[in-house]
């Protein structure tokens, strides 16, 4: 009965109370009620840069796991790349890196790295069978480095120009910014991110080590507790913990085009099936409007950030696996009039951090 009771999915809904700006929480809460959520936190910005805050369980300064949002962190990180002439669009993995001179990995270009048109696999898992008790418990399966995913990549089957939406591609690509750059990942997104923006509540752990001791877990939709991800070699695709404080100061930087490598959020590339990305960010019409916008998961948390064209953003971080992409609705709802669940962003694009179906 008691293992029974472990993987039986709880209530649907938020659980606890909001706090904070309750008008946001009357909002914000039809688009958050798929599944099972033990905590979150949201922010919304407004056209004219009010920022609001709610939320349940937890309020704007608690950290969470953001998943792959962090790559719209790593396409950032190229775009400022590009503009301080440390790299080109156009430049290969093998002109950064030696051990991949020749290889079909190798001729793949920055510009196809950060808009998921390389045909590399989704994950960089090097013994995939190996890793299916840790992804059925949401334990962290990267645990892959650096030099043992680059001795991989030489063998790795590329389709330039074939959209496949990848962690490894996105793995590959901050590390080679931050090697064009004379440093490692974390170190360059504190460095050219973090600390110009103030984004003092932001972390990249490289390790289970670089977590404080009050860390807080994540939740599978039956409520059990899961354990942190910190990625491995796969940083740069979904490592970033964060709140929803620093990441409203993300989105209004990325808005205001104030943000350094603020353009990486320009369309680049049309999607088959409508909508286009950008250098990571991707952009799907949402009841007539076009959405910017980028989720995240990992074994215990879900995300999702996006803006719509008259300069409305939200962000809502939950610690369960439920997903909350349908906060895409709130930002094409009149402002101040709680919403419902209209159409959702397309699977395809919504990728979480991991997933083996």
Do not use: C
């Not at 860390?215 to 964060?242: D, E, H, V, Y």
């Not at 320009?266 to 409007?289: C, F, K, M, N, Q």
């Amino acid at each position: 009965m008691l293992a029974l009771a472990a993987f039986t999915p709880w209530e649907r809904g938020l659980t606890t109370a909001p706090s904070g700006d309750a008008h946001l929480a009357a909002e914000l809460e039809p688009f958050l009620d798929s599944g099972y959520m033990r905590d979150a936190s949201a922010a919304a910005i407004e056209p004219d840069g009010t920022v609001r805050f709610t939320g349940w369980g937890a309020d704007e300064h608690d950290r969470f796991e953001i998943g792959s949002i962090t790559k719209t962190f790593t396409a950032a990180l190229l775009s400022d790349a590009i503009e301080r002439g440390e790299l080109t669009a156009e430049t290969t993995l093998g002109e950064v890196f030696a051990e991949l001179a020749g290889t079909s990995a190798g001729d793949l270009t920055m510009e196809q790295l950060a808009t998921q048109h390389t045909g590399l696999p989704k994950s960089a898992d090097s013994a995939p069978l190996t890793q299916l008790w840790k992804v059925y418990l949401r334990l962290d399966p990267y645990v892959e480095d650096l030099p043992s995913l680059l001795e991989r990549a030489q063998d790795f089957d590329t389709a330039p120009g074939t959209y496949v939406y990848s962690n490894t591609g996105v793995a590959l690509l901050g590390h080679a910014v931050a090697h064009a750059a004379g440093t490692e990942y974390p170190q360059l997104v504190h460095e050219r991110l973090l600390e110009p923006l103030g984004m003092e509540e932001t972390i990249v752990p490289e390790s289970r080590a670089d977590l404080p001791p009050d860390a807080p877990a994540g939740f599978t939709n039956s409520g059990m507790r899961t354990g942190p991800w910190t990625l491995g070699a796969s940083a740069p695709a979904g490592s970033i913990r964060s709140t929803a404080h620093d990441m409203a100061i993300w989105m209004q930087a990325v808005v205001a085009g104030d943000a350094p490598g603020a353009d990486a959020v320009e369309p680049r590339s049309e999607l088959e099936g409508g909508g286009a990305i950008g250098y990571a960010w991707h952009v799907t019409p949402l009841d007539g409007t076009d959405i910017t916008w980028h989720n995240g998961g990992t074994g215990g948390y879900r995300s999702y950030a996006g803006y719509s064209p008259d300069g409305r953003a939200v962000v809502v971080l939950s610690n369960t696996e439920t997903s909350v992409d349908a906060a895409a609705g709130y930002l094409t709802t009149q402002p101040g009039a709680a919403g419902g669940p209209g159409a959702q962003p397309e699977p395809e694009a919504a990728d979480d951090t991991i997933s083996k179906e």
